[in-house]
Protein backbone atom coordinates (compact mmCIF):
# COMPACT_ATOMS: atom_id res chain seq x y z
CA UNK A 1 0.00 0.00 0.00
CA UNK A 2 1.43 3.58 -1.15
CA UNK A 3 0.72 6.61 0.48
CA UNK A 4 -0.99 9.02 -1.84
CA UNK A 5 0.38 12.68 -2.49
CA UNK A 6 -1.75 15.60 -2.92
CA UNK A 7 -1.46 17.15 -6.20
CA UNK A 8 0.83 20.37 -4.96
CA UNK A 9 3.51 17.82 -4.31
CA UNK A 10 3.55 17.81 -0.53
CA UNK A 11 2.99 15.63 2.07
CA UNK A 12 0.47 15.26 4.28
CA UNK A 13 1.24 16.21 7.73
CA UNK A 14 -0.93 15.08 10.33
CA UNK A 15 -2.54 17.96 12.82
CA UNK A 16 -1.92 18.00 16.57
CA UNK A 17 -4.03 20.23 18.20
CA UNK A 18 -2.00 20.27 21.79
CA UNK A 19 1.01 21.71 20.06
CA UNK A 20 -0.83 24.94 18.89
CA UNK A 21 -2.28 25.05 22.47
CA UNK A 22 1.46 25.51 23.98
CA UNK A 23 2.22 29.38 23.02
CA UNK A 24 -1.04 30.15 24.40
CA UNK A 25 -0.46 28.51 27.93
CA UNK A 26 3.23 29.98 27.92
CA UNK A 27 1.02 33.48 27.24
CA UNK A 28 -1.57 33.00 29.93
CA UNK A 29 1.25 32.09 32.30
CA UNK A 30 3.19 35.31 31.36
CA UNK A 31 0.14 37.13 31.96
CA UNK A 32 -0.75 35.22 35.61
CA UNK A 33 3.17 36.29 36.59
CA UNK A 34 2.51 39.97 36.04
CA UNK A 35 -0.73 40.16 37.86
CA UNK A 36 1.11 39.07 40.75
CA UNK A 37 4.11 40.76 40.52
CA UNK A 38 1.92 43.86 40.33
CA UNK A 39 -0.10 43.01 42.99
CA UNK A 40 2.92 42.29 45.27
CA UNK A 41 4.62 45.73 44.17
CA UNK A 42 1.00 47.41 45.18
CA UNK A 43 1.90 47.04 48.79
CA UNK A 44 0.49 45.29 52.14
CA UNK A 45 -2.77 44.97 52.08
CA UNK A 46 -4.01 44.06 56.02
CA UNK A 47 -6.98 41.35 56.69
CA UNK A 48 -9.94 43.25 57.71
CA UNK A 49 -13.25 42.29 59.73
CA UNK A 50 -16.23 44.48 60.17
CA UNK A 51 -19.38 43.56 62.51
CA UNK A 52 -22.63 45.42 62.45
CA UNK A 53 -24.65 45.69 65.96
CA UNK A 54 -27.88 47.42 66.61
CA UNK A 55 -25.71 49.93 68.19
CA UNK A 56 -23.07 50.62 65.75
CA UNK A 57 -19.57 48.89 63.88
CA UNK A 58 -16.88 47.10 65.07
CA UNK A 59 -13.91 47.18 61.69
CA UNK A 60 -10.64 45.19 63.49
CA UNK A 61 -7.74 44.94 61.21
CA UNK A 62 -4.37 43.05 61.77
CA UNK A 63 -1.66 45.38 62.02
CA UNK A 64 1.42 43.21 63.20
CA UNK A 65 4.25 45.73 63.32
CA UNK A 66 3.01 49.19 62.62
CA UNK A 67 3.10 51.65 65.10
CA UNK A 68 0.22 53.60 66.28
CA UNK A 69 1.76 56.78 64.95
CA UNK A 70 2.46 55.47 61.61
CA UNK A 71 -1.77 54.81 61.41
CA UNK A 72 -4.41 57.53 60.20
CA UNK A 73 -8.28 56.74 60.76
CA UNK A 74 -10.66 58.72 59.03
CA UNK A 75 -14.26 59.21 59.01
CA UNK A 76 -16.47 61.47 57.24
CA UNK A 77 -20.08 60.74 57.25
CA UNK A 78 -20.17 56.68 56.57
CA UNK A 79 -16.58 56.49 55.04
CA UNK A 80 -13.83 54.76 56.79
CA UNK A 81 -10.53 55.39 55.66
CA UNK A 82 -7.11 53.42 57.54
CA UNK A 83 -4.15 54.57 56.12
CA UNK A 84 -0.87 53.71 57.35
CA UNK A 85 2.77 52.05 56.08
CA UNK A 86 4.68 48.89 57.74
CA UNK A 87 8.16 50.16 57.38
CA UNK A 88 11.13 47.69 57.40
CA UNK A 89 13.43 47.21 60.21
CA UNK A 90 16.60 47.88 60.14
CA UNK A 91 18.92 44.99 60.11
CA UNK A 92 22.53 44.10 61.25
CA UNK A 93 22.69 41.14 58.97
CA UNK A 94 21.97 39.75 55.74
CA UNK A 95 18.18 38.81 55.01
CA UNK A 96 18.07 35.08 54.14
CA UNK A 97 14.43 34.74 53.84
CA UNK A 98 11.40 37.27 54.21
CA UNK A 99 7.56 36.87 53.38
CA UNK A 100 6.47 40.22 55.58
CA UNK A 101 4.90 42.57 52.71
CA UNK A 102 6.21 46.29 53.94
CA UNK A 103 5.02 49.80 52.35
CA UNK A 104 1.90 51.21 52.21
CA UNK A 105 -1.69 50.25 52.90
CA UNK A 106 -4.96 52.28 52.89
CA UNK A 107 -8.14 50.63 53.49
CA UNK A 108 -11.61 51.83 52.80
CA UNK A 109 -15.27 51.06 53.68
CA UNK A 110 -18.39 53.02 53.69
CA UNK A 111 -20.60 51.37 56.16
CA UNK A 112 -24.69 51.04 55.27
CA UNK A 113 -25.60 53.34 58.26
CA UNK A 114 -24.68 56.90 59.34
CA UNK A 115 -22.32 57.08 62.18
CA UNK A 116 -21.73 59.48 65.32
CA UNK A 117 -18.43 60.86 64.10
CA UNK A 118 -17.62 62.47 67.37
CA UNK A 119 -18.63 58.65 69.41
CA UNK A 120 -16.05 56.89 67.08
CA UNK A 121 -12.34 55.36 69.06
CA UNK A 122 -9.98 53.10 68.15
CA UNK A 123 -7.35 51.28 69.98
CA UNK A 124 -4.28 49.45 68.32
CA UNK A 125 -3.41 46.45 70.84
CA UNK A 126 -1.45 43.21 69.80
CA UNK A 127 -0.87 43.99 66.68
CA UNK A 128 -5.00 44.11 66.02
CA UNK A 129 -6.41 47.68 65.38
CA UNK A 130 -9.92 48.13 66.76
CA UNK A 131 -12.50 50.81 65.68
CA UNK A 132 -15.43 51.36 67.42
CA UNK A 133 -18.43 53.65 65.27
CA UNK A 134 -21.47 54.42 67.41
CA UNK A 135 -24.66 54.94 64.84
CA UNK A 136 -26.50 58.10 64.89
CA UNK A 137 -28.79 58.65 66.38
CA UNK A 138 -32.21 56.59 64.50
CA UNK A 139 -30.06 54.62 62.16
CA UNK A 140 -30.61 51.45 64.23
CA UNK A 141 -30.94 48.32 61.95
CA UNK A 142 -34.42 47.60 60.46
CA UNK A 143 -34.79 43.86 60.08
CA UNK A 144 -37.26 42.95 57.84
CA UNK A 145 -39.29 39.82 58.35
CA UNK A 146 -39.41 37.30 55.29
CA UNK A 147 -42.62 36.02 54.82
Not at 92 to 105: A, I, L, Q
Not at 109 to 123: F, G, Q, R, S, Y
Amino acid sequence: MTTAKPPSGKEVQHWHPFTEMFPWNSRLGQLFENMWQSAAQEGLTPGAELEETDEGFTLEMDLSGVPKDDITVDVVGRRVTVRGTRKEKERSGVMRHSTRVTGSFRYEVILPADVDEKATAAKLSDGVLTIKLAKASGAKTNRVPIS
